[in-house]
């Protein structure tokens, strides 16, 4: 089977990634781009409650990170296995995640080399867009950040896709969502599909 694109699309929580990605579901369908969205920490959840089945999504990161290792791995596989011809599938999934020992890689050598991705996208908002969403959001259990934390990791956030884009050799674009403003962001990446 031919393999179809592979687009990773990253941000940090609170960017308003979800929203964006819905629009980009409802734009591509218009469009009639066959896209596929896979959520990456979906599949880790999926994967790791076949061994510890109350495990939740926001326990996950603080697990050991030889746990977190293997985890990806196998997501990442997992995700691959998805690619089609004539479709893109979309990998909605994090550039790096903040734990008590430092940023973690969302996307490590090993996974990308899986995945073996066309091109990132980073969604980014403005900072203090970012710190009230996160704050608002009553779903998810949030550490508790400062604004300049957010800039701070906004920054990491963007070392982490350079990079990718250096490791794989394939480009990356930043779209930012600020409040309102999510159907231009999900237009700007239907262009690149």
């Known amino acids: 089977m031919v393999k179809g694109k592979v687009a990773v699309v990253t941000g940090l929580p609170g960017v ?13 369908k218009q469009a009639d781009k066959k896209v596929q969205i896979v959520n990456f920490g979906t599949i880790m959840l999926e994967l790791a409650k076949k061994k510890e089945k109350n495990l939740t999504r926001d326990e996950i990161r603080l697990k050991p990170i030889s746990f977190q290792h293997k985890l990806q791995a196998n997501a990442a596989n997992t995700i691959a296995k998805m690619a089609k011809g004539g479709s893109t599938l979309i990998v909605d999934t994090h550039m790096m995640v903040r734990t008590d020992s430092g940023y973690w890689a969302g996307l490590p050598i090993h996974v990308l080399k899986k995945l073996q991705p066309d091109f990132f996208v980073l969604i980014e908002a403005p900072p203090e867009e970012i710190l009230n969403r996160r704050i608002s959001d009553k779903i998810r259990v949030r550490d508790k950040i400062k604004m300049e934390d957010v800039m701070e990791e906004i920054m990491v956030s963007r070392a982490f896709a350079a990079t990718c884009g250096v490791l794989t050799g394939v480009p990356f674009k930043i779209v930012m969502n600020p409040t309102g403003k999510q159907v231009e962001a999900a237009e700007n990446i239907v262009k690149l599909l």
């Open 16 to 28: 308003g990634k979800s929203t964006v990605l819905n629009e980009l579901e409802r734009l591509a």
